[in-house]
C-alpha cells in the first residue's frame, strides 16, 4: 500500500512562492495517477491539480490555473505542487492523493491520501 506524505508548508506572503512535496513509499506510486486537494475549515475538500502516472497529462483546478503547477518524478517516487503569486484564499490544508478511480475533481474517486501539510499566507 502506498502512503504519502506532505512537507513544505508554512507561512509566506501574498504574491510569495511556495513548493510542496509529496513523498510516497511503495514502488507502486509511478504506476498511480496522483494530485492534490486542498481544504479550509467549514469547507469541503477542493481540488487543485492531478497528474498522470507518467506525468504526461495535467489537469488544474479553475481557482490556481495559471498559478500552481504540478509535477512528478517517479525515480525519486515524489510529486510536486509549485504554487506561485499565492494569495490569502490560497490559505488551507494541502493534501497529496494517489489512486483515482475517477474523476479527478471529485475527492471521493482518490484512495490514498496523505496527512495533509498547512499553508498560510498573509497581507
Known amino acids: 500500500q502506498v502512503q504519502l506524505v506532505e512537507s513544505g508548508g508554512g507561512l509566506a506572503q501574498a504574491g510569495d512562492s511556495l513548493r510542496l512535496s509529496c513523498a510516497a513509499s511503495?514502488?507502486?506510486?509511478?504506476?498511480?495517477?496522483a494530485g492534490w486537494f486542498r481544504q479550509t475549515p467549514g469547507k469541503e475538500r477542493e481540488f487543485v491539480a492531478a497528474?498522470?502516472?507518467?506525468?504526461?497529462?495535467?489537469s488544474y483546478g479553475e481557482s490556481v490555473e495559471g498559478r500552481f503547477t504540478i509535477s512528478r518524478d517517479n525515480s525519486e517516487n515524489a510529486m510536486y505542487l509549485q504554487m506561485d503569486e499565492l494569495t490569502l484564499e490560497d490559505t488551507a490544508v494541502y493534501y497529496c492523493v494517489a489512486s483515482s478511480t475517477g474523476a479527478w475533481t471529485n475527492p471521493n474517486a482518490w484512495n490514498i491520501w496523505g496527512q495533509g501539510t498547512q499553508v498560510t499566507v498573509s497581507s
Open positions: 497528474i498522470s502516472e507518467q506525468g504526461a497529462l495535467m
Open positions: 511503495g514502488r507502486t506510486f509511478r504506476t498511480l495517477a
